[in-house]
């Protein structure tokens, strides 16, 4: 793997959006591609930006937000988080999540938070043996 050829891009017009969207559906399976559309467009009006590793064509995207709270202070939140599935175990998650972090830091953030389904085993191991994350609460939703 050449890493001359990898790069970061935030992803900001509807050609690149469409573009990412395969890789998006991996993660989000439920979603279709005028759907995925509107709620982006949605989502980027409350400050979500979209951003993807590049190794000549999308490999990874990370879809994050800057938050504040009162037990994070200023943070980043990871909403998305997905390597393509034929890139995968090849560092690209990995390099994207540094990425982010050093935007994170840059932007004034104490922390970067995510959340990562209960069944997702594998993630989990990356996240807290690979990039440190420490598990510290549960999640809770309830649908209306």
Not at 8 to 37: C, G
Request: proline share 1%; glycine share 4%.
């Amino acid at each position: 793997m050449s890493t001359h050829r990898e790069h970061v891009s935030e992803l900001t017009t509807e050609k690149e959006w469409i573009e990412a969207f395969p890789i998006m559906n991996q993660l989000r399976t439920h979603l279709h591609l005028d759907s995925y559309l509107q709620l982006l467009q949605e989502m980027n009006k409350q400050g979500y930006r979209l951003f993807a590793l590049y190794d000549e064509e999308i490999v990874a995207l990370a879809g994050i937000q800057m938050n504040n709270n009162f037990y994070h202070e200023r943070y980043v939140f990871i909403h998305d988080l997905i390597t393509d599935s034929s890139n995968r175990s090849k560092g690209y998650g990995e390099k994207l999540l540094h990425y982010i972090h050093d935007w994170a830091r840059e932007n004034g953030a104490q922390y970067v938070s995510l959340e990562s389904g209960i069944q997702r085993r594998e993630a989990h191991r990356f996240y807290e043996e690979k990039m440190h994350y420490d598990k510290w609460c549960y999640s809770f939703r309830r649908k209306l």
